[in-house]
């Protein structure tokens, strides 16, 4: 089946623009989270999302949000860039929370590599 | 605050050598994954360890976990150059609250 799906892969903004994410996860997966990856410092959560609500936040600032459509695809939104917003952005999805078996095993899409000038 | 540290964080081997990497994390945790990271691309779930004692092998790659210890190695048999890439130790604890906290990585290369 197919794989976790984000657009877009690449782009370049501006200080002060805002960006928008997409992600579209495996069929069947309600959970989506998102992570942030940089070179400094590494792999980082930024939120979950279960059944369109906001499950978990990790520590990041208010400029950092998202959300989750019924079709359980999400959106992640970075409003006023900054120089250090530049980084892979990671989405992930896990199998249906509740259902036995469940492993919490993330699946995680190639991500979207955004560069702030 | 959860810690996860990896070590070493790089690794040159040559092929058909055997070596380990060290994962050690500070709290309690509920599970524990192995990912690998090749340059340029995505994570790729290896392994998923849910209970102490728990090991997993898949061809040359073997996990195990000590809760007690608080430990997790990812042991390589007889390197392959295929091998090569950066692997990642990721924790869950609180009961996700908190999402996975990731060491920073074991950037390996394996050489002919």
């Known amino acids: 089946k197919a794989g976790v799906t984000q657009t877009p892969r690449y782009l370049i903004k501006t200080r002060g623009q805002q960006v928008t994410l997409s992600c579209s996860p495996i069929s069947g997966h309600r959970s989506v989270s998102w992570y942030q990856q940089t070179p400094g410092q590494g792999l980082q959560f930024l939120f979950e999302?279960?059944?369109?609500?906001?499950?978990n936040k990790g520590n990041f600032p208010g400029r950092f949000s998202g959300r989750q459509f019924s079709n359980s695809r999400s959106e992640m939104n970075v409003s006023t860039l900054e120089l250090g917003d530049s980084a892979l952005y990671l989405c992930a999805s896990s199998s249906t929370l509740g259902q036995g078996g469940n492993t919490g095993e993330l699946f995680f899409g190639e991500g979207s590599r955004l560069t702030v000038l | 605050e959860l810690k996860v540290e990896q070590n070493p964080l790089f690794l040159s081997m040559q092929e058909g050598k055997n070596y380990t990497i060290y994962c050690n994390y500070s709290t309690t945790s509920d599970r524990l994954y192995w990912y690998r990271q090749d340059p340029g691309k995505s994570l790729e779930s290896l392994f998923v360890?849910?209970?102490?004692?728990a090991v997993k092998q898949e061809g040359r790659l073997m996990a195990s976990l000590d809760t007690k210890a608080r430990l997790s190695t990812l042991h390589i048999t007889a390197a392959v150059h295929d091998l090569s890439a950066t692997y990642f130790c990721a924790v869950e604890a609180g009961g996700g609250a908190d999402g996975l906290t990731f060491g920073k990585g074991t950037h390996l290369i394996i050489q002919p």
């Open positions: 360890l849910l209970s102490n004692g």
């Open positions: 999302y279960f059944s369109e609500t906001q499950r």
